[in-house]
């Protein structure tokens, strides 16, 4: 997630370097082929480009609508994923009897869901990141878990897997009862469901069809506009036309960061800082002696 | 599902070119008549194409935006499924006692269930497509329920049925208690929506007065465009009305082949591939030695 | 529903014959004025149209959003009346014991419920087309049930009534537990809720001043657009205006009929087609040896 | 709610008459300042209000579907209450053994909380306006709980506690068993979140910036239009003036009456209209001798 | 929030002076360019600032959309909040046995649970404005609660624990049932999601790219439109520039206004007025003695 502050514009503009290239290129081609052909070529009336332009707008509203949406998405299944892990842990603590009154031992249900909970937040992270999903999971779960996993192609799947050996194990040591259990496995259901709606964003690409539509207007708009600049503006043409085609590659380009946000990138949804409030927040529900500290931002951004 | 890299531009032009022929049809027959009764034909101002203009952007900005929402509800449902699908199984071997300990033996409720969920994945996505509902799922299904599904209308909804009959006998033989089978049967019901939402996008035609209506309006805007532009730019006037008309065009086509994602067109939802994640993903819940890769993709596409 | 193919243009444009008339009529009045006053009638720039005919585009654009989300809402309330006729007979199948595995006697409480069920949907779709809400049911009721509907003003909700009845006559005898009773009630629920949205939709008028504005911006635009062509174009005035206002008042007749989607017009919501393909699905499930065919389309379109 | 038929245009006009006037004096005043200072003044070029236009039309086009947004959902909104209503009572009738089957009697659960449900729903929508909520309540409710009522600040509130107090009796008479109870308060939850909902929008003023930059936006509009139309039309600038504007603020006017849907006015959601329907859908089900007429519109509207 | 009458406009324009002199600064610049260079510089045609003008208003349209949609989920949160909170004292008022019928006892489950859930509505209000999380707790909660708050990161999820320790010791007691328990728990679940989402939107910074494109194309505004007014209007180019560059601005920051609705700004959402009419409500359910008066807004506003 892009911070507020210290933003680099340089960091946006170097993304686009190649567009703003292939409009130089463009421009100066239209630019040279009007000093030497300019009796031949038509002199487009510049409503044509206005109406490519505000195709253009419409198109690019719609791209940019759509990949906000993406983004707000996935960061909306991240907030339920936090509050479904907190919930989870509660009802734990409400449901096993005296969990919620002493500190917890070491192999007590609530401490061995909490810290399984906080390793399936870092481990879908980094699955959906396209990092090591196991990094970093020995400090919260024990090696028969991690044995488990191993083999395990979707290994978050498999961690709510172990939750629901628990879930089973916990009644039939009648620590919680019928009831109790259901509702458990409802929060667990929830927690399949946001764990398959952040792999659904990952794995669909969108539709590719309208960046080039994009591509394809922007074009367009720069040729007939270039040819309804004949003679009247001279060298002038080539800033003119560069900022203007420039402005609408960057924000294609800022729409299209936006739809992808689990890439590993500045503007992706901060999975690893979200998964370490979890670990915050449970384990100050667990009164654990160390807790540790809010993920800090890099330059200008969070993870 | 188009994928994101190698797509064939000609993959796209080679649907409008009917649409191409027309405009280019149109816009000779104006020509000659500009050349011929140019006298007698009236100067259109150039702000009626352009209110024409902005007028198919937005039309076409409406059909874009309303067809990338059954687009994407289609992915929704399809991801719901797969979360759905991967819950029963999961909810099974929560309740069903020792289901979660042991390997699932070969008549166990956990693996008859997954086997039959796999299947009905398949036999969900095959019947939208309009191919045979039944291909392939002697891999995953019994005579018995191969025997029951063939005179069945509705197969999908068959296999829910053998579903039900699995959880009366599960509560019958006592494997589940009755809170555990309502909790399972609730995931049924989402399943039963989804594929209710899934035959929704598949049988209901967006509606054809709008693609009318655009194909009018742009029409429009070629003729008076064309008038417009009389005695201006020549022959110019030919390749200009052409690349204008061709970009609305395959504006409109491409937002169309969205709104119906169940075609067995390369535009479509991935279902099979979806159905070979749930099958890899219970496969492993299994333990099952054998799991198959997931689907490759096709050139530039994802079935 | 109105469906992709060999939909006549004629029907469309029948709707819109008074409009055109009057658009004719004003046109011609100005075309006149301007003959005989020309030189005491202001020269608008043809700015002034252009802004107000992207105002009826924004205002269309709008109308459009909105009476489609109607459409398609409705769409979905009856998707949901599908999905949740079919739950229901399938939640007794699963809840009451042995319905599922023999054949279903006439009066079983499988057997009883899906024709209640199915005489609903017929029942709830005429209602709300204003047709007779009894026509046909017959065939799905017994004369207890007719006799207790007559009375009713509001069938579709007696219906339900009878459902809940039985209901509690399933608990009585111990067909069914007690949270098996709960969950079937559930499924009463979401359906006296579809029932509710329909109606919602059926009674609740669209804003009419919208369409008032909509009229009035057109009528404006004409008349300044008319005077701002002053002695441009003579008498081909007429047909331009002619042609360009008729397109707005198509599209805006377009948008007011989805926007009503139970008004028993072609463009309305296929309430009895999706009332038989529940009759299809239900009856295959009760193994019924006949089964009718599924709703055959008229000439362009499906009720 | 406005009705389809017989709207009075008179009813817009006067809102606006405040509006009109201003623009009647700005326009004329712009009119003498150019008689007077005509060559002193700049010649805007008309591409500035086109600008400014295409603002006020998208602004205007953001309030109207933010409007009609909060009027649709005031609308749902008390859709669900009908819905809850009539679902409420169908389940004591579905659960308190023998109510299904009998009469009504006067002290019978089923009468006491049709009745109390009716009242609830006109005193929310008496509340919502501004009205005595307790007005005609007396037909509904017995002195006791009327007693009660009269010194509670939130009058829907308290009613929903005496629902509470009967589900509790209902309970420790055992004429409901434990899950029945938590399936009736569910639909008590329903029912205080729909309460709370209609407060949220009666009680959330809509961004004041955006009516006022609305209104700035417009008077910018003039101002240039009017200096752009220096010397080119006369005074015909002034009905032109005056015409553009005050459709503007039609257009403004009618969003900002539809986002107040409980304000006792003609635009408002028909929530009598709809408390008048439970009341006969519930008398209904209870069998009463007497049921009042659905209430008949005003003039043009139905409150 | 801000209120419908009394609002300053000096408010609003004290946030764009920084930007009004940037502007005011360019365009003299600009100005002062054209006097010395005029004859070097491009006449830029006035389509081009037409075709960015209309980039900024869908720009500004979408920011505009999207702010406002995070400011009313928002507001729909703590309207969640306010339904749950009372939904939780209704049902342990409708759950515990004679809670409903005694006026509430100092220590009874009804008082400790009616207060602390109005302590965590303000110090949830409290801790999203960045505010002392505990300021005026001790007037709702005990000391050993307060005593176990201070240690905690989290204090509002800190009390959640507190309600699900009495939810266990309610169980406990046999003051409540298994399956009451498990619907007091799911009010529990919904108040933990409502406290996440508030958390999500305090937290997610609004993607920050947009804003700098707004500026990049409402710069690109001034200057083409400044070079496209070369030698037409004079010294009156710079109030225009201003005025208009200046709307614009306006917009934008109208927008990110909205888009943070827990900063403890006035136009903030308002969530101290909302604990306090939870608190109201509660203490008359309780029948308290003394009850507290709504809160009264500021000068032009409600916090």
Redesign the interface.
Known sequence: ????AR?P?RY?FKHIRADVVRVLLISSFFHLLKLGLGEY??????????????????????K???S?DR?WEA??IW??I??DS??LV??I???V?NE??RPAALDSPLRTTAYRQIAWCYCLGQTLRGLDPLAGLAAHLGEPDLAYLRP???KP??L??LH??Q??GLL?SQAI???????L?????RL??A???A??IKT??F????R??VY??IY?FLM??SL??VK???L??IP?LL??AS??F??ER?ARY?QDPFNNKP?DTPVTAIARTVE??LK??LQEPE?PAPLAPEAFFLM
């Not at 070529?41 to 719609?62: K, M, N, R, V, Y």
């Not at 009862?177 to 509702?183: G, I, L, M």
């Not at 496995?185 to 259901?189: E, F, K, N």
């Not at 539709?207 to 309208?210: A, C, G, H, I, Q």
């Open positions: 997630m892009l911070l507020n933003f514009l946006i070529l038509p002199l487009i009336p510049l409503q044509l480009p206005t109406i490519l332009g505000s195709s253009i707008a419409l198109l690019l509203a719609f940019t609508s759509q906000y983004w960061r909306k907030g339920a936090a509050n907190r919930t509660l009802q603590r409400t449901f009897t919620g009154l395990q192609a979707n799947f498999a709510l897997a629901s050996d879930l089973q039939q009862n019928a009831y109790q259990q259901v509702q496995d409802a929060t667990l259901v399949c469901d764990m398959g709606q792999e659904r669909t690409v539709p590719v069809s309208y080039l539509l394809l207007f367009l007939t506009l309804g600049l009247t503006i001279g002038w043409e003119v900022t203007t402005s609408f960057l924000l800022t936006l503007t915050i927040n100050q529900l807790v």
